[in-house]
């Protein structure tokens, strides 16, 4: 009978209340309780297809006959036209490290500066283009790299001199045009990170520096540069996979996923053919399984050569 | 329903009315999505995967149409409304939408391959395009035409197959890319002699390569329509694209049946389509038939076909009707009777083997094996045998 009164009713909300206080003031399960969201998206959205993607890549996958066909999905992947995409993917990467590192960061340090005018105005400039659509921004570069002498390209070469080119009908010129449409959409946002770094130097080192007579350059080289360091790893990181997983910009650039001979075709792009446009999701998915332990390797050995993983000192 | 093209949707929202004015008892109700080309097709091919998201109805592309007969296919057959009308319909473009004698696709239209000739440009060099009967008598005419006016005779596709395709199924017999029964077969002449000619033209500046790839390229129409080439052989499909993107050419524009290899030989040949599905996860499947039946089917819907889109529709029966003659905007941009074409060549419109392996052929040449002979002038039967031990 007593179980039914009302004074233990408030006292059951009160053991379930305390309950879940214990829980959010428990030294050990307080942090997993906090953490469960990111930890159940992260399993769902992430893990789960990963896994999947491992099963399937062994699987030949057809609706109502799936069956398991062991390593044929890898070896078909032996050919040259997955290395052509291995290929163009890596110096497309390449090529965005060696521009979009250096380049912001010589930027970001100069619109760091209280010497540099108009630097608000520069800063909202360049991060502009990261804000438009990269669907919007690829048809607009592939209608300025047009072939005809009247495109944007063209008028360009021609008044300082060259022959009006094929531009994304030649191996060269597309992997310019890929990497120019890069630089000019991420400069913005790698900046955006230096200049966060460049904020929490402290300012004291730079007072002292001058005290000691240090020049700018030894100022930008000897303080500016290792402070950086951290960040500059970060945005090496994200670009690397960025590098690797481009696939958008040259689906745009070139009205589809085909280019002239595969000049622009990336990993995501044979991806996106075979599984997809071939309707071959197990061949896909070993794709995807290449690109995924690729950029790990190379990622792993990125941050070993920058002593990541040795102990503070 | 899911479709690719805003045109299709106005088309089967209309068809839907019609529907239910004539049914009152069998009312139904159409939603009609549009998506991107590319999404949609992947879209459909995960929800039919899955089993689950997937219309009713959906338009598949032709060359996307393969992907969804692998396996066991997630359509419906369609033969219980195909077969009592076959007799009036081109069975050439049912059968590529077919797998072991089951139809599981209804197109809009034909397709049939024919020849837009710029009839302003034509008569500056003086060349008739009656004259033009076989291909190597289109060569000399361009080669005239170049001479006189210094345009090229034409554009050939480089990331694109309506300029090749079209020359190669209309060899005699039922070979193109793949033999009849289903063998890789691009290494045979049917497929390497066209290559050889339209590289020779390429040679001779008789032709140039499509600025920006193909024939849908923003590149491409604004040279066409500043009267940039001779003449173009594509799909009657693609008098629309002439009469949206092309609107200086109006009047200017004659078609013709394409050239041949060989006189007597078939003048043209089925290209492109989309296929109408309903599929297994349907819940309304009869309901989705009948419907499609009338609206691609029947006579009313095809004479539909014609008025609203512009396509030269799968029933033969309606070529000749009165409708087909009633002034629209192709009229008003090509003169009257554009049918008139059709039925010349009615018996001569090549089928195309289509199978589980056209994707993947039509990526090679898309990708590859078209460029390297047009545009790096390549040797073409090297190409061809390199391409084919990929593709085996």
């Given at each position: 009978m007593e179980s039914n009164s009302p004074a233990s009713a408030a006292n059951a909300g009160g053991l379930k209340r305390r309950k879940l206080t214990g829980i959010l003031y428990s030294q050990k399960i307080a942090p997993w309780f906090f953490v469960l969201p990111f930890v159940i998206s992260f399993a769902l959205f992430f893990i789960y297809p990963v896994l999947s993607a491992v099963n399937m890549s062994f699987q030949q996958v057809l609706p109502g006959q799936v069956e398991y066909i062991g390593l044929e999905n890898y070896e078909k992947l032996w050919n040259p036209t997955f290395w052509k995409a291995i290929v163009n993917s890596s110096k497309y990467t390449f090529y965005t490290l060696l521009i979009l590192i250096p380049l912001p960061l010589v930027l970001a340090v100069f619109l760091n500066s209280k010497a540099m005018v108009l630097r608000n105005f520069y800063r909202s400039t360049l991060f502009i283009p990261a804000l438009t659509s990269v669907v919007v921004a690829g048809t607009v570069f592939r209608l300025a790299f047009?072939?005809?002498?009247?495109?944007l390209m063209n008028t360009i070469a021609v008044s300082i001199g060259f022959e009006p080119q094929r531009w994304l009908r030649r191996e060269g010129l597309a992997m310019f045009a890929l990497v120019l449409l890069a630089c000019w959409r991420w400069i913005g946002v790698n900046l955006l990170y230096f200049m966060a770094g460049l904020q929490n130097i402290p300012k004291e080192l730079y007072e002292s520096a001058d005290i000691d007579g240090a020049n700018n350059w030894n100022k930008f080289s000897r303080i500016t540069l290792p402070l950086l360091k951290p960040i500059t790893i970060y945005v090496f990181t994200i670009s690397i996979y960025g590098g690797y997983a481009m696939f958008t910009e040259s689906y745009m650039l070139w009205a589809g996923n085909r280019s002239p001979n595969d000049i622009g075709l990336t990993i995501v792009g044979y991806l996106y053919r075979n599984g997809l446009e071939q309707n071959n999701l197990g061949l896909g998915s070993a794709v995807g399984i290449v690109l995924l332990l690729l950029t790990f390797v190379i990622t792993i050995v990125q941050l070993k050569l920058f002593g990541m993983f040795r102990k503070e000192e | 329903m899911w479709t690719f093209n805003e045109l299709h949707k106005t088309f089967y929202d209309d068809m839907a009315k019609r529907w239910n004015a004539a049914n009152p008892e069998k009312k139904i109700q159409l939603t009609v999505n549009v998506y991107p080309y590319d999404d949609m097709h992947n879209k459909l091919l995960v929800a039919l995967q899955s089993g689950?998201?997937?219309?009713?109805l959906a338009d598949i592309e032709l060359n996307k149409f393969p992907n969804f007969l692998k396996g066991e296919p997630q359509l419906i057959p369609l033969n219980d409304i195909v077969e009592p009308e076959i007799s009036n319909l081109v069975k050439s473009r049912l059968d590529i939408y077919a797998k072991d004698g089951q139809y599981y696709g209804i197109d809009f239209h034909v397709g049939a391959a024919v020849i837009y000739y710029n009839k302003e440009i034509l008569d500056k060099a003086g060349?008739?395009?009656?004259?033009?009967?076989t291909w190597a008598d289109y060569e000399a005419a361009g080669k005239k035409v170049l001479d006189a006016t210094g345009v090229p005779m034409t554009t050939l596709e480089t990331s694109d197959l309506w300029t090749l395709w079209p020359q190669v199924a209309q060899?005699?017999?039922?070979?193109?890319?793949?033999?009849?029964?289903?063998?890789?077969?691009?290494?045979?002449p049917i497929v390497s002699g066209p290559l050889k000619w339209q590289q020779n033209l390429i040679k001779s500046k008789i032709a140039i390569p499509t600025p920006g790839g193909n024939h849908h390229a923003e590149e491409y129409y604004g040279m066409m329509n500043g009267g940039g080439a001779a003449s173009v052989w594509m799909p009657m499909w693609y008098m629309g694209r002439f009469t949206d993107y092309m609107p200086d050419l109006k009047g200017k524009i004659v078609i013709k049946p394409m050239p041949v290899w060989n006189p007597g030989e078939p003048r043209s040949a089925g290209m492109g389509g989309t296929g109408t599905a309903v599929t297994k996860t349907s819940k309304n499947q009869d309901a989705a038939k009948s419907f499609l039946a009338y609206a691609k089917l029947s006579k009313e819907g095809n004479i539909e076909i014609w008025k609203q889109l512009g396509f030269d529709p799968l029933r033969s029966d309606v070529w000749d009707a009165p409708e087909l003659k009633e002034p629209n905007k192709f009229t008003d941009y090509f003169g009257p009777n554009i049918f008139d074409i059709l039925t010349q060549v009615k018996s001569e419109i090549e089928g195309v083997n289509i199978n589980e392996k056209t994707p993947a052929i039509s990526d090679a040449f898309k990708t590859s094996v078209i460029t390297r002979i047009l545009l790096d002038n390549e040797d073409v039967d090297k190409v061809l045998s390199e391409a084919a031990n990929q593709l085996k």
């Open positions: 047009g072939e005809l002498e009247g495109s | 689950t998201g997937a219309p009713d060349v008739n395009p009656d004259d033009i009967v060899a005699p017999g039922k070979d193109d890319f793949q033999t009849a029964d289903g063998q890789l077969n691009i290494t045979s």
